[in-house]
């Protein structure tokens, strides 16, 4: 198995041991005015242990994608050689809507491929975090799950079939640890590999539903792409998070993470802005 660890200032002072690992990504820039001020030293860290070098940036949606790009070049000016970059997306200090960090995200990726056009950017952005419009775009690309378990340092088994390219395990003694989940897709964003096409098609809406039939809802819960108008969604399969149920889905519908107990399959309704889950049914 491939083994990694993020670092930042927080890991400041902190004895790193290299053992065991194969890739570090360290934070450059957070926002449009922060610079990590120990990427140099972390970054050099990683090199003379012989371990894959990556970059990563903690994007702020409410400020200009524009100049948080340009901090993150300019933090990038004297660091060794990298493979492959992040955006960290996890930032609620301020509020922002699915469609402020969709459009953030989207127009930093724009800038990373023009700027770096052999390389390829993953996405660190939790499973329940604006995933209605987050998770497609990870999944279109390279997706970098936090999912801790009970945070015990151990790699545990990720539930609902769910397959990111590389899973944060843990941060258990203030280290963020890593694991490869799929080795192929790990090489196609390290640039070893070529890069699989777009996924994605024009007006395609991400639908996110669970099922509760007397299961926590971390182990029910699934990804689907719909087009915009009226239809009946395929059979998911275990590839594809996990569930194999149908869902109806009318005009216009999207789902954000939403937890509905009263029906074993559900799907939410954007209303007003909010969303919402069906109606219980009467008896």
Partial sequence: MIYGID???????????????????????????????????EAEWAVSHGLTLAVYHWTKPWQSAAAQFANFVNGLKGMPSW???????????QPASDQEWAQSVSAILTLGRNEWPD??????????FHSATLLPIALDNFWWDPDYGNDDGQVHPILNGRRPVIHQYSSANH?????????????????????????????????????????PVEEA?????????????HSLTPEEEGCWQFIELAHGAVSADVQVGHLPWAVAQRIEGVFQPPAAPTA
């Fill in 7 to 41: 670092v930042s200032s927080n890991n400041e002072g902190q004895v790193l041991d290299a053992t065991g690992l194969s890739f570090a990504v360290v934070k450059v820039s957070e926002g449009d005015d922060y610079l990590n001020p120990d990427r140099f030293t």
């Fill in 83 to 93: 493979e492959w970059w992040a955006q960290d997306e996890e930032d609620g200090s």
């Fill in 119 to 128: 390389k390829h950017m993953a996405s660190y952005v939790g499973q329940f």
């Fill in 175 to 215: 280290l963020d640890r890593n694991v490869v989940v799929d080795e192929a897709a790990y090489a196609q964003l390290r640039g070893v590999a070529p890069a699989p096409a777009p996924k994605r098609r024009s007006g395609v809406n991400a639908i996110t539903f669970f099922t509760i039939p007397d299961h």
């Fill in 221 to 233: 819960r699934a990804t689907v792409y719909a087009s915009d108008g009226p239809f009946k969604a």
